[in-house]
């Protein structure tokens, strides 16, 4: 079955210290995985996708097909990083995307 | 700039009322998806389309229906509304993949309305 799970539903952090949101997938085949944040009052948005190997924001995340992980890590969380961030996967000629339930960060001065 | 708007932010209704969620896009997009998204439940895809007049089916389309009349709008529609389908719906849109020489397809989000069930 195809599944993505995200273990932590909040995950509250220093402002400055690192920090890593989890998502774990089940795919047979190749997927493509994202992450997608949505800020207070604003839309759903994209924020990376493994295939760019970029980093945006600060954040970066690194696809590990043996431990089907595709983890979101920033060295030093800022206040403004506060959202809610769902990690998705998409097979390669799929429209669709599978989400996972969502982890809410909270950056605290 | 892709823009994907959505008819209301906020929506109270009745028992048993007839809902229609409208979604417009402006990016000629070839498909279109309509989500709910609950707290600890994520984003469920309700039904999608990927043409005009095309529409498959999602993970929970119990309770719904839609309509693509018009390759910018995407309507979703509640027959029969009913105190569990209470919730934030958020309508996106995507190009077909390959249009633009990607692999992947990033989905484009309005900014969802919040529907109310009394």
Known sequence: AQRVTQPEK???VFKGAPVELKCN???SGSPELFWYVQYSRQRLQL???HISRE?????????????TSFHLKKPFAQE????????????????KLIFGSGTRLLVRP | DVK?????????KRTGEKVFLECVQDMDHENMFWYRQDPGLGLRLIYFSYDVKMKEKGDIPEGYSVSREKKERFSLILESASTNQTSMYLCASSQNLGTSG???????????TRLTVL
């Open chain 1, 10 to 12: 909040l995950l509250s």
């Open chain 1, 25 to 27: 997938y089940s795919y």
């Open chain 1, 47 to 49: 924020l990376l996708r």
């Open chain 1, 55 to 67: 980093s945006i924001k600060g954040f970066t995340a690194d696809l590990n097909k043996g431990e």
């Open chain 1, 80 to 95: 403004e990083d506060s959202a809610m961030y769902y990690c998705a996967l998409s097979g390669k000629s799929s429209y």
């Open chain 2, 4 to 12: 994907v708007t959505q008819s209301s932010r906020y929506l109270v």
């Open chain 2, 102 to 112: 990607t692999s992947y397809n990033e989905q484009f989000f309005g900014p969802g």
